[in-house]
């Protein structure tokens, strides 16, 4: 059986219990103080009963000494009480009281929105998108074949994990110091050098509660995750091109790999969507695709029976992100065009609100290494019939980060929500319900 409040608020830990005793002590002596200056006219027992043992002391002044006493007590026992509460749930990290009321408030009554994809890119957007609302549902990609994933995949059959961890992280109450833990690689020891401590949680965790599903559950318990993240498929299934020299190539890494344009892609077998990601969809008021690789992030998840035909059931306003560079292997020469016509083939575009692109250019010693490794600049070439009959909405997006060592360029996460908070009728509403039209909404 639940406790009451009350005594919640007195059980030991909160340093709550000395300031209510003290407020507590400053009603009764507010009363008795009441009593001494009401005199005769007051409660006369109490107030006989009082004289016989101060005869000495004027009425007057016993009353305001104690009224005095009682009003002060009062009011630092019911500050300080306050105070210890709202302390209490206030963040551990780089938060205050503010932070906490506006999260229990403002944010979860905010729009419902399902970002889809994989990679850096969603974990990216994310990132953002959290210090907005937290209905946020990430539907992330589970067809990774490559790296510690890969390993942990063949190893112990379970669905690989990478992925999922970054998006948790991007959505942990305190991703700084939990990426330390969770990004950390083994430098040694037979089967673990390489794997991320993170995907080795994971990876243990399926084993431990039977499904995928519920080891992403217990994750985002003890990472205090905001939203919820979710795999598109619980189905243990690899993801097949055909590439234009009509070879087939069955795996993510292997595909991302080879420099030969794809010609098509489909699944090793058949992938049903999870029921909560296709839940998600159907409610969500905004929905989110991309930034991520093309062939190996976005479109995994539409090759899942139910992903696609959700997100295009959806009454949800939809915006496609633009990604920033080419990819080697997969979208070599691609303009944003060709993003869309690929796209296109899986989602109604006509049905989706807008698309994100992107106005500014990388440094031109970042854009020299992109160029050197086969990449380039999306071309924004949206004019016209070209657009799908979505609004072209344009910013400069980008920033710089390192990733793995070297200088990596990315949508700001922060530029990125907050053009969506105003290009989005659902989230623009939302927010003005809450602030005025000339209130930073900067996090």
């Given at each position: 059986?639940?406790?009451?409040?009350?005594?919640?608020?007195?059980?030991?830990?909160?340093?709550?219990?000395?300031?209510?005793?003290?407020?507590?002590?400053?009603?009764?002596?507010?009363?008795?103080?009441?009593?001494?200056?009401?005199?005769?006219?007051?409660?006369?027992?109490?107030?006989?009963?009082?004289?016989?043992?101060?005869?000495?002391?004027?009425?007057?002044?016993?009353?305001?000494?104690l009224?005095?006493?009682?009003?002060?007590?009062?009011?630092?026992?019911?500050?300080?009480?306050?105070?210890?509460?709202?302390?209490?749930?206030?963040?551990?990290?780089?938060?205050?009281?503010?932070?906490?009321?506006?999260?229990?408030?403002?944010?979860?009554?905010?729009?419902?929105?399902?970002?889809?994809?994989?990679?850096?890119?969603?974990?990216?957007?994310?990132?953002?998108?959290?210090?907005?609302?937290?209905?946020?549902?990430?539907?992330?990609?589970?067809?990774?074949?490559?790296?510690?994933?890969?390993?942990?995949?063949?190893?112990?059959?379970?669905?690989?994990?990478?992925?999922?961890?970054?998006?948790?992280?991007?959505?942990?109450?305190?991703?700084?110091?939990m990426?330390?833990?969770?990004?950390?690689?083994?430098?040694?020891?037979?089967?673990?050098?390489?794997?991320?401590?993170?995907?080795?949680?994971?990876?243990?965790?399926?084993?431990?509660?039977?499904?995928?599903d519920?080891?992403?559950?217990?994750?985002?318990y003890?990472?205090?995750?905001?939203?919820?993240?979710?795999?598109?498929?619980?189905?243990?299934?690899?993801?097949?091109?055909?590439?234009?020299?009509?070879?087939?190539?069955v795996?993510?890494?292997?595909?991302?790999?080879?420099?030969t344009?794809?010609?098509?892609?489909?699944?090793?077998?058949?992938?049903?969507?999870?029921?909560?990601?296709?839940?998600?969809?159907?409610?969500?008021?905004?929905?989110?695709?991309?930034?991520?690789?093309?062939?190996?992030?976005?479109?995994?998840?539409?090759?899942?029976?139910?992903?696609?035909?959700?997100?295009?059931?959806?009454?949800?306003?939809?915006?496609v992100?633009?990604?920033?560079?080419?990819?080697?292997?997969?979208?070599?020469?691609?303009?944003?065009?060709?993003?869309?016509?690929?796209?296109?083939?899986?989602?109604?575009?006509?049905?989706?609100?807008?698309?994100?692109?992107?106005t500014?250019?990388?440094?031109?010693?970042?854009?020299?290494?992109?160029?050197?490794?086969?990449?380039?600049?999306?071309?924004?070439?949206?004019?016209?019939?070209?657009?799908?009959?979505?609004?072209?909405?344009?910013?400069?997006?980008?920033?710089?980060?390192?990733i793995?060592?070297?200088?990596?360029?990315?949508?700001?996460?922060?530029?990125?929500?907050?053009?969506?908070?105003?290009?989005?009728?659902?989230?623009?509403?939302?927010?003005?319900?809450?602030?005025?039209?000339?209130?930073?909404?900067?996090?």
């Amino acid at each position: 059986m639940r406790a009451p409040l009350f005594l919640k608020i007195l059980l030991p830990g909160l340093g709550v219990k000395r300031w209510f005793f003290l407020a507590a002590g400053g009603v009764v002596l507010l009363v008795f103080g009441a009593f001494f200056l009401l005199g005769e006219s007051g409660m006369r027992d109490l107030y006989n009963l009082f004289l016989r043992f101060l005869p000495a002391i004027r009425q007057p002044a016993v009353g305001a000494a104690l009224a005095t006493g009682g009003f002060l007590a009062l009011v630092v026992g019911t500050s300080m009480m306050v105070r210890s509460i709202l302390s209490a749930v206030a963040p551990e990290k780089g938060g205050s009281v503010a932070e906490a009321l506006y999260q229990a408030r403002i944010l979860k009554a905010a729009p419902h929105v399902v970002a889809i994809g994989g990679g850096t890119g969603l974990s990216n957007l994310l990132r953002g998108i959290k210090h907005y609302t937290t209905n946020l549902t990430a539907v992330v990609t589970v067809m990774d074949t490559g790296g510690s994933s890969g390993r942990l995949r063949r190893e112990l059959d379970v669905l690989p994990p990478g992925d999922v961890r970054n998006c948790l992280l991007a959505l942990a109450e305190d991703e700084e110091r939990m990426a330390k833990f969770m990004q950390h690689r083994f430098t040694g020891g037979e089967g673990l050098a390489g794997h991320a401590l993170g995907n080795v949680l994971l990876a243990g965790l399926e084993q431990a509660t039977g499904g995928f599903d519920r080891a992403i559950e217990e994750a985002s318990y003890f990472l205090s995750v905001r939203g919820q993240v979710l795999p598109s498929t619980l189905d243990k299934v690899q993801l097949v091109a055909e590439l234009a020299d009509g070879r087939v190539i069955v795996g993510e890494a292997e595909i991302a790999a080879d420099p030969t344009p794809i010609k098509r892609l489909w699944l090793s077998g058949p992938a049903k969507a999870y029921e909560r990601a296709v839940q998600a969809i159907a409610e969500a008021d905004v929905i989110l695709i991309g930034p991520g690789s093309l062939y190996t992030s976005i479109l995994p998840n539409l090759l899942v029976d139910g992903i696609a035909s959700a997100i295009n059931r959806s009454q949800a306003e939809k915006f496609v992100i633009m990604n920033l560079m080419t990819e080697p292997g997969e979208t070599i020469g691609y303009t944003a065009y060709d993003h869309l016509k690929v796209l296109s083939q899986y989602l109604d575009l006509r049905r989706f609100t807008g698309v994100i692109v992107n106005t500014e250019p990388p440094p031109p010693e970042i854009r020299e290494r992109y160029w050197a490794e086969g990449s380039e600049p999306v071309k924004d070439d949206l004019h016209g019939p070209k657009t799908f009959g979505m609004r072209v909405i344009r910013a400069p997006l980008l920033t710089v980060v390192e990733i793995e060592g070297k200088p990596t360029v990315k949508h700001d996460p922060f530029k990125l929500a907050k053009l969506l908070t105003r290009e989005s009728r659902a989230l623009r509403h939302s927010w003005t319900r809450w602030f005025s039209p000339h209130t930073s909404t900067t996090p």
